[in-house]
């Protein structure tokens, strides 16, 4: 059974900064692919961004290119999303997502986490 657990939401101001962590417990993952999603009061779950097994490839919604940056360690079963630059409109509740496949996670069919707050003020 695959286990994830997400903290480092908050409060913070626009234009702050946050660092969500994810820790895998269960079994290794270093052959998943991990990814982030957030889901907003009144909207549908959204991509955030993803990763691949060994941190080669990445991708990001448009909407978080060049603010947030996903991030693994392996040895550690911890997959990162450093926030900067954050908006109001960023505020959701966010979640770690992990499957066997980017396709798994992408199409959101993988294991998840209970999520994490994450509130940005004006």
């Known amino acids: 059974q695959v286990q994830l657990v997400e903290s480092g939401g908050g409060l913070v101001q626009a234009g702050g900064s946050l660092r969500l962590s994810c820790v895998v417990s269960?079994?290794?993952?270093?052959?998943?692919?991990m990814g982030w999603f957030r889901q907003a009061p009144g909207k549908e779950r959204e991509f955030v961004a993803v990763i691949s097994w060994n941190g080669g490839s990445t991708d990001y919604a448009d909407s978080v290119k060049g603010r947030f940056t996903i991030s693994r360690d392996n040895a550690k079963k911890t997959v990162y999303l450093q926030m900067n630059s954050l908006k109001p409109e960023d505020t959701a509740v966010y979640y770690c997502a992990a499957g066997n496949s980017w396709y798994t996670v992408i199409q959101q069919s993988g294991w998840w986490g209970q999520g994490t707050q994450v509130t940005v003020s004006s």
């Open positions: 269960g079994r290794t993952i270093s052959t998943y692919t």
